[in-house]
């Protein structure tokens, strides 16, 4: 009996450190992904235009366009991935938790309380 009650404490508190790897690791990725989002790629986006622009003017080489061109393609392909890792991340705490996580945020804000709901 008492090694059936350490296998369940064991196996609660692999789930619960795996959950919080999930969780760390998909807040990081939320980050990355606002930055890319709302500061690398406009300013990619941005220099990519000015540059293009430039070169029909006279003002830049082609081969300046192609290097502009190349940084906005490589930081489009980094938030891609970003989205990518984001999707695996909660796939992978819809896995530990047992259920899709919209059902779970859904409960969380139908009840009046979130540390009600966390002590339960």
Do not use: C
């Not at 220099?47 to 081969?63: D, H, I, P, Q, W």
């Not at 190349?70 to 890792?85: C, D, E, G, P």
């Not at 819809?94 to 339960?120: A, F, H, M, W």
């Amino acid at each position: 009996m008492n090694k059936a009650l350490d296998e369940q404490i064991a196996t609660d508190l692999w789930l619960k450190t795996e959950l919080v790897q999930a969780y760390e690791a998909l807040s990081a990725v939320q980050n990355e992904i606002g930055v890319l989002r709302n500061e690398i790629l406009p300013a990619a986006r941005s220099a990519f235009e000015v540059t293009n622009k430039g070169y029909e003017l006279g003002r830049f080489s082609f081969l300046e366009v192609l290097d502009a061109q190349r940084t906005l393609f490589q930081n489009q392909i980094l938030h891609v991935r970003a989205l990518a890792n984001y999707q695996r991340l909660i796939n992978e705490i819809e896995r530990l938790i047992g259920r899709p996580l919209n059902r779970v945020l859904n409960q969380r804000t139908t009840n009046s309380s979130v540390v009600k709901d966390y002590e339960e």
